[in-house]
C-alpha cells in the first residue's frame, strides 16, 4: 500500500485560487449560453472592473455619446474596432443592428463570450494579430490600458495597422502630445467620463471632426 504521505496536496492558498478560476469559468459559461440559446447579444455584459489591468469603465453618457458618433461614422457593411474599450461593445453592436461588423479587442479573456467578435489582444504585442486584419477597419475605437509612452506607443502600432479611414482614441489628457504626434490626432472639446471618478483628466482625440458629428 503506497504512503500517502507521497500524495500532492494543495495549500489553502492555490486551493482557493483555483477555486476562483473555476467559478468565473462557469459563470463566464452560463452568460455564453445564455446569449448562444437568444441567437443574439440582448444584454450588456459588464464584469467588476479590474485595477490591475486598468480597466474603468465609462458612464452611460459616455457610452451613448460614442454609441453615436460609430452609427454615425458607418456606412452599412463597414468595419469597426473597439480596442480595449469592452463597455462600447454591445451598446454599438445593438445600434448597428448587423449593418456593420463590430470587433473587440482585449487583453481580458472574460469577454471571450462575446465569441467570434472577440479577438485576443496585448499592447505588449501589437502587431500579434489575425493576419486579415491589416488596414480592414473604416473606424478604430481606443482607450489604451496605461497612460504611458510605452502603452500609447504599441498601442498606436496597432491602431495605424487596422485602421483604413477614421480613428478615435480616448485617454489621459498628459497623452495629448504622445497621441498627436504618433498618430496625428487632434483634441476634441468632447470629454469621455467614467462611472468612477478618476484623478486624471481624460480626453478624446480624432482624425476627423467628431465634435460636429455629436452636434
Given at each position: 500500500m503506497e504512503d500517502d504521505d507521497d500524495v500532492p496536496t494543495l495549500s489553502s492558498e492555490t486551493?482557493?485560487?483555483?477555486?476562483e478560476f473555476y467559478a468565473e469559468q462557469r459563470k463566464r459559461q452560463e452568460i455564453l449560453e445564455k446569449l448562444e440559446s437568444k441567437q443574439q447579444l440582448t444584454e450588456n455584459i459588464i464584469f467588476e472592473e479590474n485595477w490591475q489591468l486598468s480597466q474603468f469603465w465609462y458612464n452611460e453618457s459616455t457610452v451613448q455619446s460614442l454609441v453615436k458618433v460609430v452609427d454615425k461614422c458607418l456606412q452599412d457593411g463597414e468595419k469597426v474596432a473597439l480596442i480595449s474599450c469592452p463597455t462600447?461593445?454591445?451598446p454599438v453592436k445593438r445600434q448597428l443592428e448587423n449593418r456593420a461588423r463590430v470587433n473587440l479587442l482585449e487583453y481580458d479573456r472574460r469577454f471571450e463570450?462575446?465569441?467570434?467578435?472577440?479577438?485576443?489582444?496585448?499592447y505588449n504585442e501589437p502587431m500579434k494579430l489575425p493576419s486579415d486584419l491589416g488596414h480592414s477597419f473604416d473606424l478604430v475605437v481606443a482607450d489604451p490600458p496605461f497612460l504611458s509612452e510605452e502603452c500609447i506607443t504599441k498601442t498606436s502600432e496597432t491602431i495605424k495597422h487596422l485602421a483604413k479611414d477614421k480613428i478615435i482614441v480616448c485617454t489621459g489628457a498628459i497623452m495629448k502630445e504622445h497621441v498627436e504626434k504618433l498618430?496625428?490626432?487632434?483634441?476634441?472639446?468632447?470629454?469621455?467620463?467614467?462611472?468612477?471618478?478618476?484623478a486624471n483628466e481624460f480626453s478624446c482625440y480624432a482624425n476627423f471632426d467628431l465634435d460636429s458629428v455629436l452636434r
Open positions: 486551493f482557493a485560487a483555483l477555486q462600447l461593445f454591445v463570450v462575446h465569441g467570434i467578435d472577440f479577438i485576443f489582444y496585448d498618430l496625428n490626432l487632434k483634441q476634441c472639446t468632447f470629454q469621455p467620463q467614467h462611472r468612477n471618478n478618476l
